[in-house]
């Protein structure tokens, strides 16, 4: 090959290097180009993901806090009704107690009352009610100027409180000076246990056992069915067969019927319901109610 031939030769061979290298490039650059809009998508769709996850969480967290805000409020409104209902239920039992109207009292199985049947008395709108005490055990100084009735349920909550917690009290503060009676008033459609524990009561009473035997049954110690009452009569060494004659007779069951037909054709609906020496007041009361009652008959301040 002639020698002037050669730069030629290497001018093409260079030119289709040259060529080569650029269409290499090219293609690279064409590649990347074609990628990098795929790359942006891609990353801005995790970039949306994520966003959209971190909204989610953060509308979840609202919606948390929105939703224990809401819980709180109805909370507080709950509690703000309840002091309310308290409120009013207190003033209602002081208008009943100044002034005999019939109004619902708190801490009972029937928190209602409808006007009284029973021969009564009423001075400067002060309405006492003439409860008979006759044949009813008496708990306190037989001589006491103060009587309180409580028709009360052996299986009910708030006759249970106030056995347990305020009678106690008043028997200490007032020693000497009030006399309890208890008679029965077994709301038999919600506590069915409560007719046949009274019946065992009276049973206990006729060998002299009736208050200890009254203690003992709303203790919640033993509970209310067959077996109990044969363990109350046993701790209190009363006469097993003497009481068993007696709960397979007739006479309990009169007694427990007959307080409790006298109560529903009296009017009372409720347990406990109280008559402090005739004054009406319902519920199961804290005892500050009592004492405010009592101290006031004991200084005459009630009309008799």
């Known amino acids: 090959m002639p020698p002037n031939k050669k730069p030629k030769l290497f001018f093409k061979y260079s030119l289709k290097k040259l060529f080569l290298t650029l269409g290499g490039i090219s293609g690279i650059i064409i590649i990347f180009l074609a990628i990098v809009p795929i790359v942006q998508t891609e990353r801005d769709r995790f970039e949306a993901q994520k966003a959209n996850a971190t909204q989610n969480s953060a509308n979840a ?132 246990n409560a ?26 110690v033993y509970g209310l069915n067959n077996l109990p009452y044969w363990k109350i009569s046993g701790d209190l060494t009363l006469n097993q067969t003497e009481f068993l004659e007696c709960l397979s007779g007739d006479r309990p069951i009169d007694k427990v019927q007959g307080d409790l037909d006298f109560a529903v054709n009296f009017g009372v609906m409720s347990t406990p319901t109280f008559f402090i020496n005739g004054l009406l007041l319902v519920g199961s009361q804290p005892i500050d109610v009592f004492q405010s009652v009592i101290d006031k008959e004991l200084a005459g301040e009630f009309p008799k």
């Open 61 to 192: 967290t609202l919606q948390a806090v929105q939703s224990q805000s809401l819980e709180i409020q109805v909370t507080n409104q709950a509690v703000q009704s309840q002091n309310l209902e308290i409120q009013v239920t207190n003033q209602a039992i002081q208008l009943e107690i100044l002034k005999q109207v019939s109004a619902p009292g708190p801490g009972s199985s029937e928190s209602r009352v409808t006007s009284f049947n029973s021969p009564s008395t009423a001075q400067n709108g002060i309405t006492r009610y003439n409860i008979p005490i006759e044949n009813n055990p008496i708990l306190g100084s037989y001589s006491a100027p103060i009587t309180i009735v409580v028709f009360g349920d052996f299986e009910c909550p708030y006759t249970s409180r106030w056995i347990n917690d305020v009678l106690p009290k008043l028997m200490e503060l007032y020693s000497g000076k009030i006399r309890i009676i208890f008679r029965d008033f077994p709301l038999v459609s919600i506590h069915p």
């Open 195 to 220: 007719f046949v524990a009274a019946e065992s009561a009276y049973c206990a009473g006729e060998q002299g056992s009736y208050w200890k035997y009254n203690k003992k049954l709303f203790s919640g």
